[in-house]
């Protein structure tokens, strides 16, 4: 089983973020850059069909220099290779024209399954994994929260759907999944898996080179802006010991959930 | 403009979040002069939807699409929208639509605006996204040409429909290539959810912000101590430190309150569909960016281990 896992680096959910002067990026030197939760999820699930039934696990990611980062962390926790699309605008392309990207790339591999996390923690499309799926002909499914490999042919995933529901789903390979969280547990990597990058490769390619990369997006974001408030919210403030007075007196009083 | 809304069902229920973006399709037509179709796979579905303001309703029988395979679906929508060449075609963000509407995007090769939560027209047609988990929005615009477009749960509100009569027209579909390499078997759910958080009048619910598994203690004394339920945020229940019945959002359950405390929960959309409805909201969170804020009734902005044992401790005495 060849398999491929798509991540994206994305800003740590505890980084404050602000937005930049221009109204469309965020300043960057207050954020820590990590790998997109639910990618974390779908490598785990990768090295454990790897496991399980042998074959080779393939990180790829798209991004800036920094998304290299996310590759070594795939590598130290045990995928064999990994394969770097170099793209610094890909910021302002929307995700069809990535989608293409990703596919031009990857079609040589000839994958039996591509996985992705079910979206990003910053764009959140939850989209590129079908696109792939519609331009190299494979079979897809989302929300992964089980697999189980039938056989050469076939994987059944196990979808989640809404108000607890599920569904398995037959698919036939070579296929792209996107996996939820909380599928597995993910591992760290270990002292001898961060050792063993060096003797890994990462293929790079330049986005520019792909001749399927559209020039200009044909969605343009026209600006970022925090949220307008909704509701009046009555701020507590004080030391530890006075919010925790004032609270006490709030839910007897006022909310009245004490007897 | 033309817009196409895909309404989704269930064994012909109209799914909630479909009818509200055909509210959104229609808050569209009125301010560009467009017209909207209602397309439904279900013909009960489409004697229903005759009953709104629109311009007719498209209905497609076939039993390939009884029930949802993302094949056949896709198949049905590019034939429909190779014949009806709609400007845009309109969804509910469900879990169903992320399992076609993406691939449609492609298989038409044209883009898809997703999970937006509303629409404004002032100088161009542009929406709203909710990013970084709720942290931003952003405005967007297509720069040319059709595209399809989905919007979030309760980004329009269904009782604002406005009603009409309309012809349904009977479209046909060729599905014989549609492909047989998706097959989906029976929706089934897991063991019954041992915990109803409805019965509980307070709800402490904690976040990652707890940091980790022993500190759990630390929200069941206080949800104790209020004689309350304990809940959680899906990262908490991802981690295995709570069971998943426990688990409030639009994959957990849904609860309303008459307290609800956010220990370290950030606020992102997938939370707040599962807590908005809570009587009293109040939320403690060291950022005070945190996007919880915004629905909050009182807000803290401080460290929970700081607050939440010396907050037990005065319940305690009180
Ligand atoms: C399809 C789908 C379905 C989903 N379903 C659900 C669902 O049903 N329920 C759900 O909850 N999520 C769901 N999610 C996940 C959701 O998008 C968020 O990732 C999740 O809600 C974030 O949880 P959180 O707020 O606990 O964590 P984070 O976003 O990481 O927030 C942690 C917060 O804790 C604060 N904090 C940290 N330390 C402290 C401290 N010491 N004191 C005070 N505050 C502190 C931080 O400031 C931060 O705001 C779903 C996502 C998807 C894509």
């Known amino acids: 089983m060849k398999i491929c896992v798509l991540i994206k680096q994305v800003p740590d959910k505890d980084s404050s973020l602000t937005i930049a002067d221009d109204h469309l990026t965020l300043v960057e030197n207050n954020i820590t850059w990590v790998s997109n939760e639910s990618d974390n999820y779908a490598l785990e699930e990768a090295l454990q069909l790897r496991e399980k039934h042998g074959g080779e696990v393939i990180a790829c990611t798209l991004g800036k220099d920094s998304a290299r980062q996310v590759l070594k962390d ?8 990994g394969i770097f699309i170099s793209d610094s605008s890909f910021e302002s392309l929307d995700v069809l024209s990535l989608g293409k990207v990703f596919a031009s790339t990857l079609e040589k591999e000839n994958f039996d399954l591509i996985m992705s996390g079910l979206q990003s923690d910053d764009q959140g499309n939850s989209q590129l994994g079908l696109i792939i799926a519609e331009l190299l002909n494979m079979s897809h499914g989302t929300l992964g929260m089980g697999t189980e490999i039938i056989d050469d042919s076939t994987i059944r995933l196990k979808k989640e759907l809404e108000g607890g529901w599920f569904q398995w789903t037959k698919l036939s390979l070579p296929a792209s999944i996107s996996i939820q969280s909380g599928i597995n547990s993910p591992r760290y990597a270990t002292l001898k898996g961060i050792m063993m990058v060096k003797k890994k490769t990462v293929d790079e390619i330049n986005a520019s080179d792909v001749a399927s990369r559209a020039s200009a997006s044909n969605i343009t974001v026209k600006k970022l802006y925090v949220p ?21 007196k709030l839910f007897k009083n006022d909310i009245k959930v004490l007897n | 403009m033309k817009i196409l809304v895909y309404i989704q069902q269930d064994e012909g229920k109209i799914n909630s979040v479909s009818l509200e973006a055909l509210k959104g399709a229609q808050d569209i037509a009125a301010q560009t002069n467009g017209t909207v179709s209602a397309l439904s796979f279900n013909a009960d579905v489409c004697s229903q939807l005759a009953g709104y303001d629109v311009a007719e309703v498209l209905v497609v029988e076939d039993d390939n699409l009884n029930t949802f395979n993302p094949l056949f679906y896709l198949k049905a929508l590019e034939d429909i929208a190779k014949a009806e060449s709609p400007d845009i075609i309109v969804f509910g963000h469900t879990y169903e639509a992320r399992d076609w509407a993406p691939r449609l995007s492609a298989r038409l090769d044209i883009p898809f605006i997703s999970d937006c939560i509303g629409f404004k027209n002032e100088d161009e047609l542009t929406f709203i996204r909710s990013i970084y988990q709720g942290k931003f929005n952003s405005d967007s615009v297509v720069n040319n040409g059709a ?6 749960s309760g980004a329009f509100r269904v009782d604002g429909l406005q009603s009409g009569s309309a012809d349904i027209r009977q479209v046909t579909v060729d599905l014989s290539g549609a492909g047989d390499s998706i097959a989906p078997e029976e929706k089934f759910q897991e063991a019954e959810q041992a915990i109803d958080l409805n019965q509980a ?19 069941r004394e206080l949800s104790k101590t209020l004689g309350g339920e304990i809940a959680s945020s899906r990262p908490v229940v991802d981690a295995g430190w709570l069971e998943s019945s426990r688990q409030v959002g639009s994959s957990g359950q849904t609860v309303s309150p008459k307290l609800y405390l956010a220990l370290g929960i950030s606020g992102a959309i997938q939370h707040i569909v599962g807590m908005k409805g809570s009587k009293n909201i109040v939320v403690i969170n060291k950022d005070k960016n945190a996007p919880l804020f915004e629905i909050a009734d009182y807000g803290v902005v401080g460290d929970i281990f700081e607050i939440v044992p010396k907050l037990t401790e005065k319940l305690q005495n009180a």
């Open chain 2, 147 to 152: 595209f399809i477009v989905s919007f979030q």
């Open chain 1, 74 to 81: 795939a590598l130290a926790k045990g995928a064999d290779r």
């Open chain 1, 228 to 248: 307008d408030k909704t509701k009046e919210t009555q701020f507590i403030e004080g030391s530890p010991d006075e919010i925790s007075e004032q609270l006490v």
């Open chain 2, 201 to 219: 009048d307070v709800i402490v619910s904690v976040g990652r912000g707890i940091g980790k598994e022993e500190n759990i203690e630390l929200a």
